[in-house]
């Protein structure tokens, strides 16, 4: 069962002399329950897909697409344009968001007991008491010791892992169905972003929540997600299931991306991908990756390759996609 | 390795600690916290030492003090056979142009307000400035036509090799990289640590790599230094560290690169 369907998604903004797309028909299905990584390299558009699907883009982006959102009751929502109505009636309780840096997403004036106890207020609205014990229990849920002393603590005096748990509290106070989680980890250490993964995947199983995990780091999309997107320069470039994905990739964009985590976990030198990495900003007629890629051929320089499914839970935008039986 | 072992090191770090003041309690008194405590390590000519830790365990406070950006409270800081804890702002100046550092945030490395041709005007002797320009740009692998640029219409793989040409440009015996391909992406950090082994070979360079990436040490370093709380608990050659850690700490941080 569904939970996101999102159909030809775009965001783009227009420029004195031209129209710079930064989202272009990314399309995609979420199951309830489940896991989606959204993988790519810096400015290939992760977050502004993320901001996408939760309305938070500035006023001066244009979006289109279709985008729909199942809810528990077997009813859903289908926004096709901007309304920010009907995105605020799904934020917190069905949508909740955990950004990359969570000392901006944390106001720095209030301490932190109170903010998770006025996102309480607003969507579940107990008694103060009753919200009190419970922004203390979520502080314990999300893994945090002495869950009382750091309900009294302000931001500042907590350390950049506990930053993130609180900003993950704060996401999962409206108990919402699905959890956007743009580069949760990107500013922890090792120990600090595995034991946050980890802690994610328990949350999720526990409160059967879908999560959307935007980040950088194959090995943890690998590691920790069921599908997996692969965007470039603002598309959805192949979508699959992780362990699928994994074996068998279509696009060489991706299987470049494997190549390099699978020299680098035995130690050895990889290949790099020869080129630079497009700017969203420039746009390049054809395939994007078409400067950098093994295959190119004359159709790849002058044509889009449309998104093809080769089964139904896989599609890829190549024109010569790999074996991938 | 036995032949480099054999040589007089290039830079020798005995006993260093390094001490930044804390004000914990609000009052008048001043306390001062260790950053990094009785370090010693060698770096002989040509080849790679690396520092391996967490944020915060002090591997670029070293850095610092190796610099002079921040003094060292005790030890000594040998290069070329002068302590450079103990020299004159002048004759450190002398020194200066031999030991050249690459940080991690190459944003803050270059001026927003210079063109990138500019920033290598400021290194360069005025008779050798073209010929050398073209030398470095051909060796980092940048086409001339960035020299009109500013630094934010370059790519972060575009300003790290920036940085690198500009570290070059003063012909640096040592180069102090302090978590040089962090922030970049993973097929970009590939580039940037291919290039930093051919530069190391063509230019005969000596290395110090802080990271907390292990996974990008093992590609570069000869002899790793495993470094918590500000101290080190081992320092082995690569090989041995991985097949061999003595450290619980040291296995954790192994295990973690394999799964992460």
Known sequence: ???????????????????????????????????????????????????????????????????????DDNTFVKISNRDGSRFKNLHGSNMGMVFQDAAGSINPLFKCGKQIVDVLKEHISNSPLRDKHQAVQLIEKVGLSDPTDVFNKYPHQLSGGMSQRIALALALAGNPDLLIADEPTSSLDTTAKIQFLELLRELKTKNNLSLILVTHNLNDALRFSDSILVMYNGRGIEYRHTTDLQQAPAHPYTKALLDIRAALNQGRLPRPIPGETPSITRSIPGCPFHPRCPKTSDICRDTFPLSTALSESHFVCCHHPLETN | MNSTRQKQPILEVNSLQVEYPVNNSGGFRRKNKPAVIDVSFKIFPGECFAIVGESGCGKSSIIEAILGFVQAKRGSILFENQDLSKLSPWSFRKLRPLIQPVFQDYNQALNPRMRIGDIFKETLPVHLRDSQTDQLLASVGLSREILNYFPHQLSGGQKQRVVLARALSVNPTLLLLDEPVTSQDLSVAVQIVELLISLRKTNNLTFLLVSHNLSIVQLLADRVAVMKNGQFLEQQPLAQLLSDPRHNYTKTIINQTVAS
Not at chain 1, 10 to 24: F, G, M, N, R, V
Not at chain 1, 36 to 47: H, Q, Y
Not at chain 1, 58 to 64: A, K, M, V, W
Request: proline letters at 3%.
């Open chain 1, 1 to 71: 069962m569904n939970i996101l369907s999102v159909e030809n998604l775009s965001a783009h903004i227009h420029a004195p002399d031209k129209t710079i797309y930064l989202l272009k028909d990314t399309s995609f299905t979420l199951k309830r329950g489940e896991t989606l990584a959204v993988i790519g390299e810096s400015g290939c558009g992760k977050s502004t897909l993320c901001k996408t699907i939760l309305g938070l883009l500035p006023s001066h982006f244009q979006t289109g697409g279709v985008l729909t959102f199942f809810k």
